[in-house]
């Protein structure tokens, strides 16, 4: 008899008889008892036989003496698992290693049994902060499966789920985004994307993306994450989805999760719960639905106070959101009338009280927007009307909506502009004389200065239209001059000789305004208004050189003053003589 409650023993043909695996008493771990049960166990396997059938007995012997040690090892490591679960890491540790010791003397070092123990003190390491260790841990995982091609698509899932979050808690985000990545890739393959144990994948992805600080991708993870338990939990109790499409998905029971994958789930849709709750309040479509699905998920393992309250709160909220009479609203009331719970006609109470507050004026700010929202869709379809009975036309409207920056940046140009126009004022022509600048940048001007540039106007009109109409005979002229001019040097010691008065009709051109310097620009030949600083004869259009004499202002030749010598005190300038 072996202690634990293990028998074995020969019957009278020879037959070994054992108890069955489950009878083993692992409460209290001991692993010097169950190192001993599995040294008894292992020597009887390759205990002799004699007598008749001695070769198929032998061989029934090692079947069921194999059967009772695998099973032993399994409950070990489960006993293992359970320790870590509650947080005794030192003895989950020691039992780890025995585990391993006992499997590698069964199975022999490189066996693919041996990963789940590797598993096992990696994650064990993991939560005591020792990274380093943990990574060897899974090196030697990872050289066992890469040893085997036939390995199993799930230790494959397993050892990259495990080798990311040992990243992620060692705060290497990015390589464990892509372990994370690869992790999801092979429960895909092995499951299904649409399958709850896939969802441990999505979920752990958004874990990441949120360290990162990419909350948007972080909330469509969890998102996938609560379209797939909800989903299932529907094909579960045969309810009617209100928001998802219905697609087949492969039903399990809470039995067939196991026990950890059903608290992994609990803890995983209860921290969804709380991440969207602080990041959207608690009045949202997301976090409603949140916890619409963490109260199903409790219906499911038959938690009903919890899955009471979680249902109560999800259809509090949808009220808020959508309305009483939404069909999401009444989607929640069915699932409570088929679970057989109380339909409260008041759910206040299931909120709390800070975050209801905050709600409401949200609300009413929400309100508020929409009101001027309305106002202003008024006036424009108004403006519409207005605007195609007098042209027949539909006006064309940007449709597209405005940023706040922009619609602020609007609002305060047109608060500029109404500003600006009662600041306008016109200033009367008799008062002041001078053109007055206005608010708005522009000039105004009195009569008499508006009548003059207008005078201006013209003639610069008339004197194109004399060069235009005889191009030819102007042409020739300057050709002569620049001849002339080329010809006959100034010397400085000779005065110049005495030029050829111009013609008699020069002084009539010049006091009309006709005659333009040759470097005159377009705007000068427009005759644009000056300044008020500009004499009466500038205000005409008379232009004169910078060196022009008083007797060329009266009409005389311009170079006639050139045959006296110049005075001693003021000598002229060469470039004048020239």
């Not at 100034?490 to 009709?505: G, I, L």
Request: glycine share 6%; aromatic share 6%.
């Amino acid at each position: 008899m072996m202690n634990g409650g293990t028998s074995s023993g020969c019957s009278v043909d020879g037959e070994i008889t054992l108890v069955e695996p489950n009878s083993l008493n692992l409460g209290s771990v001991d692993w010097q008892a169950l190192e001993m049960k599995f040294n008894e166990l292992n020597a009887l396997r390759n205990a002799p036989r004699s007598g008749l059938n001695a070769c198929r007995a032998r061989k029934q012997q090692k079947e069921k003496v194999a059967s009772a040690i695998e099973s032993l090892l399994e409950m070990a490591q489960a006993a293992c698992r359970r320790l870590l679960v509650e947080g005794n890491a030192k003895e989950a540790v020691e039992g780890g290693l025995k585990t391993l010791k006992l499997k590698e003397a069964y199975y022999s070092t490189g066996s693919l049994q041996l990963i789940p123990a590797y598993f096992h003190l990696a994650r064990t390491n993991q939560y005591m902060d020792k990274f380093k260790a943990a990574e060897e841990f899974l090196s030697l995982a990872q050289w066992t499966i890469l040893r085997h091609p036939e390995c199993d698509v799930a230790l494959k899932a397993e050892l990259h789920q495990t080798y990311g979050l040992l990243y992620a808690s060692d705060g290497r985000l990015d390589i464990a985004l892509k372990q994370l990545a690869q992790a999801t890739y092979y429960l895909t393959e092995l499951n299904g994307a649409e399958h709850v144990l896939t969802s441990f994948g999505f979920f752990d992805l958004g874990n990441v993306f949120a360290a990162k600080a990419n909350m948007d991708c972080a909330m469509s993870f969890y998102d996938r994450v609560k379209d797939i338990w909800y989903k299932h939990l529907t094909e579960c109790f045969q309810c009617q989805p209100f928001d998802v499409k219905a697609r087949p998905v492969q039903l399990l029971s809470p039995e067939q999760l196991g026990e950890e994958n059903l608290q992994d789930a609990l803890k995983m849709l209860k921290g969804i719960v709380g991440l969207q709750t602080e990041r959207f309040t608690q009045v949202h479509p997301c976090t409603g639905k949140a916890d619409l699905v963490l109260g199903l998920f409790n219906v499911w393992i038959a938690d009903n106070s919890e899955a009471q309250e979680c249902l109560g709160r999800a259809l509090e909220i949808h009220k808020r959101v959508y309305g009483v009479s939404h069909p999401t609203v009444n989607a929640i009331k069915c699932y409570m009338s088929q679970f057989k719970y109380p339909i409260p006609e008041h759910t206040d109470h299931y909120l709390n009280p800070k975050t209801a507050n905050e709600a409401s004026e949200a609300e009413k700010a929400a309100a508020a927007l929409k009101i001027q929202a309305l106002h202003r869709g008024r006036n424009v379809r108004k403006k519409i009307k207005e605007t195609k009975k007098e042209t027949g036309e539909e006006p064309k409207i940007d449709l597209q909506p405005m940023t706040e920056d922009g619609a602020a940046t609007r609002i305060q140009a047109l608060q500029r502009g109404r500003q600006a126009r009662k600041k306008t004022v016109k200033v009367p022509t008799e008062e002041k004389s001078k053109p007055t600048a206005l608010a708005n940048g522009k000039v105004q001007w009195s009569e008499d200065e508006a009548a003059t540039k207008i005078q201006a106007l013209q003639r610069g009109r008339q004197t194109r239209k004399k060069k235009v109409e005889k191009p030819e005979e102007t042409a020739p002229a300057e050709e002569t001059a620049k001849e002339n001019k080329d010809a006959e040097p100034v010397e400085e010691d000779k005065a110049p000789e005495e030029e050829a008065p111009p013609p008699q009709d020069a002084p009539q051109a010049e006091e009309e305004g006709e005659t333009n310097p040759p470097n005159e620009t377009p705007a000068e030949e427009e005759g644009e208004a000056k300044a008020p600083s500009e004499t009466p004869a500038e205000e005409e259009g008379e232009t004169n050189p910078p060196n022009e004499t008083p007797a060329e202002e009266e009409g005389k030749p311009a170079d006639t003053t050139l045959n006296e010598p110049p005075p001693e005190e003021a000598p002229i300038p060469e470039e004048a003589a020239s």
